[in-house]
């Protein structure tokens, strides 16, 4: 029993030291797997390091390559650099020689400019030295005129009476007297008498308010003036250097206005003949002109595309007005010209206040240029005629249209296109371009009637002050008297 429990002893000790070693196999095995697990993640960070290292590598030789290209720019903007430097000097150099010679030119300008102002200087000299002579020899010739017309007179005095004659291609038209009819205005029927003008081309007439003058202006230089009952010469106005696109003689009869292509306006003393004032200023024809009611000022329109206002004592430009558009006629709307009216190429007319140059009102009421104006005493209304065929009466304060006036066949000339009002308002009148004369009756537009008096374009037609006879100017040479 004793052997035998010590055999069962040393069993039990065997046992547990096999159990022992057991689980030492087992820990170690445990520890080799965890250091294969380690080992592995040592391996994988090597080769992560060995690829980064790669790409360092990689790296830094990319950068030595920009290195190595941002030296080589740097050589070649140094070398850039010094050439400009190189050239920046030369251009100084360059610099100073161009000051040298500006600093000359300057000079030599001075002195240029000096001569020019002496020469000037010459120049007005003797540009006023040359119109005093033309106004000198226009004078002359004006004076000769006038004791031609008076000894003219005194011979027609001595002689028996016959009576007032005008002869026409051997055919001869008696002129009745004119005579004031209490009706008021009449529309002409036919031709009683016609003016030679003696001119190649007529462009404008004007009547005197007591009806006793006419005056013709046209592409002559030299503005005539007739006895518009006998149709005798009274004067030849001389002073215009190019021909002239309009006439006006002031409401009192004093003087007379001309337009001129050689960029002046021009005034005559009608009771002696003589040239009285030069209104010099535009840089561009003078198309028309015109005095206001009271004669103080005048206001003239050129191709320069303005309006100047003028002091007719003093012969001085008082206001200038801009346009913008072209003008083709102007006419006043009150006796002071304190308002004026324009016609423009642009279809419309426009409404200005002389003194402040502001525009009033403007409407676009034709379809084409308009050609004139022409305003009522009262400056109320106003007769605009137009390349569109038609011929409107505007209320002056609203430009409203009123009436409308056209004829089958009417045309009006593009140059030189003016209608005109019966002292009564009751009849509009214009002529067309070929020949015909029309007439209509303001308040209803109705054309009246139509004259075939011309063998030329109808260039201005207009009513003595009594509203019985016609005077209406063909483009070639002739004035015809109707009634």
């Given at each position: 029993m004793g052997i035998g429990g010590g055999s069962m002893q040393g069993t039990t000790l065997a046992q547990q030291r096999i159990a022992d070693l057991e689980r030492e196999v087992e820990a170690l095995k445990e520890e080799r797997t965890a250091l294969y697990r380690t080992q592995g993640t040592n391996a994988q960070r090597l080769l992560d390091l060995s690829d980064r290292m790669r790409e360092t590598d990689e790296q830094m030789r990319q950068q030595e390559l920009e290195i190595d290209g941002s030296h080589e720019a740097l050589r070649r903007a140094n070398n850039k650099l010094n050439d400009m430097q190189a050239s920046l000097k030369e251009k100084d150099g360059t610099i100073q020689i161009l000051q040298d010679e500006m600093s000359a030119l300057q000079l030599e300008i001075v002195q240029i400019e000096e001569r020019c102002g002496k020469l000037q200087s010459e120049n007005n000299d003797l540009v006023k030295r040359w119109l005093k002579k033309m106004n000198e020899e226009a004078q002359k010739v004006n004076d000769v005129t006038h004791e031609l017309e008076l000894i003219r007179r005194k011979s027609s005095a001595l002689s028996p009476r016959m009576g007032t004659a005008v002869f026409e291609d051997d055919q001869f038209f008696?002129?009745?007297?004119?005579?004031?009819?209490?009706?008021?205005?009449?529309?002409?029927?036919?031709?009683?008498?016609?003016?030679?003008?003696?001119?190649?081309?007529?462009?404008?007439?004007?009547?005197?308010?007591?009806?006793?003058?006419?005056?013709?202006?046209?592409?002559?230089?030299?503005?005539?003036v007739f006895d518009a009952a006998t149709g005798d010469s009274v004067y030849s106005l001389t002073g215009c250097l190019k021909g002239v696109n309009h006439v006006e003689i002031s409401a009192d009869g004093t003087m007379?206005?001309?337009?001129?292509?050689?960029?002046?306006?021009?005034?005559?003393?009608?009771?002696?003949?003589?040239?009285?004032?030069?209104?010099?200023?535009?840089?561009?024809?003078?198309?028309?002109?015109?005095?206001?009611?009271?004669?103080?000022?005048?206001?003239?329109?050129?191709?320069?595309?303005?309006?100047?206002?003028?002091?007719?004592?003093?012969?001085?430009c008082i206001k200038t007005l801009f346009t913008v558009s072209s003008c083709h006629d102007i006419d006043v709307l009150d006796s002071a010209g304190a308002r004026i009216v324009t016609a423009h190429m642009d279809n419309s007319i426009r409404v200005w206040d002389s003194s402040s140059g502001k525009k009033l009102r403007e409407a676009a009421i034709h379809k084409e240029q308009v050609m004139s104006v022409c305003a009522n005493r009262s400056g109320t209304r106003i007769l605009t005629n137009s390349c569109d065929g038609t011929l409107k009466f505007v209320d002056a304060s609203t430009l409203e249209v009123l009436t409308v006036m056209s004829a089958a066949g009417y045309r009006p000339s593009r140059n030189w296109a003016r209608a005109s009002l019966s002292p009564d308002e009751r009849f509009a009148m214009a002529g067309s371009i070929d020949g015909k004369l029309y007439v209509w009756d303001v308040n209803s537009g109705d054309l009246v009637r139509s004259l075939d008096v011309h063998k030329s374009p109808v260039c201005d037609a207009l009513w003595d002050p009594t509203g019985t006879r016609v005077y209406s100017a063909e483009k070639s040479r002739y004035i015809m008297i109707l009634q």
């Open positions: 008696g002129l009745s007297p004119m005579s004031a009819r209490n009706g008021g205005s009449v529309a002409p029927h036919s031709a009683v008498g016609k003016i030679d003008a003696r001119m190649e081309e007529l462009h404008s007439i004007a009547l005197s308010r007591n009806g006793e003058l006419l005056a013709v202006g046209g592409h002559s230089t030299t503005v005539k007379l206005l001309a337009a001129s292509s050689d960029n002046t306006a021009r005034i005559w003393k009608l009771d002696t003949g003589r040239h009285w004032k030069s209104l010099t200023g535009h840089i561009g024809s003078v198309v028309t002109a015109k005095f206001s009611t009271d004669a103080a000022r005048v206001f003239t329109y050129s191709q320069d595309r303005t309006v100047k206002v003028w002091d007719t004592q003093r012969g001085l």
